[in-house]
């Protein structure tokens, strides 16, 4: 009998009581084979350009065969998206990508529109030099893939019976592809978007329905237009505005406003000619052609969601749309 409180003690053998501690301490220190290939103890980098940074060789099985210039190459064609993904990699890559030269070339080209002396302005001015702060924080239009929009209406069908008339949901599709140079492409279908990404370029036809205009961008407001050939064109404008999830993503667009009214034909002479500028001032009631009046149109104000040409094949918006009839007591 134990002299604590207890009323029964457990007696372990010295021998037993050496072999469970070393089971233990075995099951603590378990050896792990993708530690070896990585690097136990991977010494951090010094951020670049810093007068601390110092010739080390790298446990880090990976390091010693990827060397730093052929890092800096792999790292200087990747997305930005891709330098984030990255950077999680490991504190040398990390350190790696905060170089301010893969973000400068990312911002450079994704406001090319704007010119090298306003980007630097801006950087300047807004986000204190850092090219990094400012690809996260300013505002922009994704061009790696295509905002959709999913719109749905109620029509009504034909009656089969004297007491019902059905009625049936219609679902359709708004899609927008930008362009870093200003330009962009619209198409208005009822296509899921694994379909219509094949078709969104400058060299499908008229017949796939996909029409090009112009854009502006101003902090998180994006003006846009195109222009309907046809015996009595008609132009369509758009007022949206940007938004993201989280920091740097700019994967939602709310639309605003959208107003479709008549050009003359001297306004729809040029097929290359800025549709954008042309309207610019016009208000929303104006149209140049009294056989197409201004519509302000209400309906089908969805916003837009972003889906990068990564995951058009896995996107909810492939998911078909179950039928959905209805039937209204007559």
């Not at 040398?92 to 990508?97: A, D, L, M, N, S």
């Not at 400058?202 to 994006?222: I, P």
């Not at 709310?254 to 001032?281: C, Q």
Request: aromatic share 12%; with cysteine.
């Amino acid at each position: 009998m134990a002299s604590g409180g207890s009323d029964f003690a457990l007696t372990v053998p010295s021998e037993l009581e050496s072999v469970l501690r070393s089971k233990t301490v075995e099951f603590f220190i378990t050896r792990r084979p993708w530690l070896d290939l990585y690097g136990v103890n991977v010494r951090p980098v010094a951020p670049f350009g810093s007068i601390s940074r110092k010739p080390y060789v790298d446990s880090a099985l990976i390091h010693r065969s990827l060397p730093d210039e052929l890092l800096f190459e792999v790292i200087a064609r990747m997305t930005p998206y891709d330098m984030g993904k990255a950077s999680c990699v490991c504190r040398k890559w990390r350190y790696t990508i905060r170089n301010p030269v893969f973000w400068r070339n990312a911002c450079l080209k994704a406001w090319q529109f704007s010119g090298m002396v306003e980007n630097y302005k801006i950087l300047q001015s807004k986000y204190d030099g850092s090219w990094r702060k400012m690809w996260l924080s300013r505002p922009r239009l994704r061009t790696d893939g295509l905002y959709v929009s999913r719109n749905t209406y109620i029509r009504v069908g034909v009656a089969e019976w004297k007491i019902t008339n059905p009625v049936h949901v219609v679902c359709y599709f708004r899609y927008l592809r930008f362009y870093p140079s200003g330009r962009f492409l619209y198409k208005n279908s009822s296509q899921k978007v694994k379909d219509v990404v094949k078709c969104m370029s400058f060299r499908s036809s008229k017949a796939e329905s996909v029409f090009g205009g112009n854009y502006t961008l101003s902090d998180d407001k994006v003006e846009a237009a195109i222009l309907y050939p046809g015996a009595q064109p008609t132009v369509l404008r758009m007022r949206l505005r940007l938004r993201g999830t989280t920091a740097g993503a700019n994967n939602r667009m709310d639309l605003v406003s959208l107003v479709t009214s008549g050009v003359n034909s001297s306004e729809a002479s040029a097929p290359e000619e800025d549709i954008l500028g042309v309207v610019e001032g016009w208000q929303d009631d104006e149209t140049h052609n009294p056989d197409v009046p201004a519509v302000s149109h209400k309906r089908g104000m969805t916003p837009f969601v972003f889906v990068p040409f990564g995951e058009v094949e896995t996107s909810v918006l492939n998911l078909p749309v179950e039928k959905m009839d209805y039937f209204v007591p007559g």
